[in-house]
Nanobody
Framework: QVRLVESGGGLVQPGGSLRLSCATS????????KSWYRQAPGKERELVAR???????NYADSVKGRFTISREDAKRMVYLQMNSLQPEDTAVYYC?????????WGQGTQVTVSS
């Protein structure tokens, strides 16, 4: 079964960096779309970055130039490098994988950007 486990969240000061990791298992391949979403208190879950099924990469406007999504297929890992973090980036970040039939979600990892 598909399983996604996020890690790497924590508390960071504005301007700092974090790298989130998503360990995937359960038959996920390079052709599966892989994404990072986030949800802040009182807000809807939003797409942050996505690697599409053909390898295309898209970012939310709010993170362009600051965040980088990447993958290591051999390790079945998906990463989100977050630089120049701002308080507005504070949220629970979720790994997401899509296949033909389903959306799969990790448990989320908290990112807090604060002084």
């Amino acid at each position: 079964q598909v399983r996604l486990v996020e890690s790497g969240g924590g508390l960071v000061q504005p301007g700092g960096s974090l790298r989130l990791s998503c360990a995937t298992s359960g038959g996920i391949t390079s052709t599966n779309s892989k994404s990072w979403y986030r949800q802040a208190p009182g807000k809807e879950r939003e797409l942050v970055a996505r690697i599409g099924s053909s390898g295309e990469i898209n970012y939310a406007d709010s993170v362009k130039g600051r965040f980088t999504i990447s993958r290591e297929d051999a390790k079945r890992m998906v990463y989100l490098q977050m630089n120049s973090l701002q308080p507005e980036d504070t949220a629970v970040y979720y790994c997401n994988v899509r296949d033909m039939f389903n959306n799969y979600w990790g448990q989320g990892t908290q990112v807090t950007v604060s002084s």
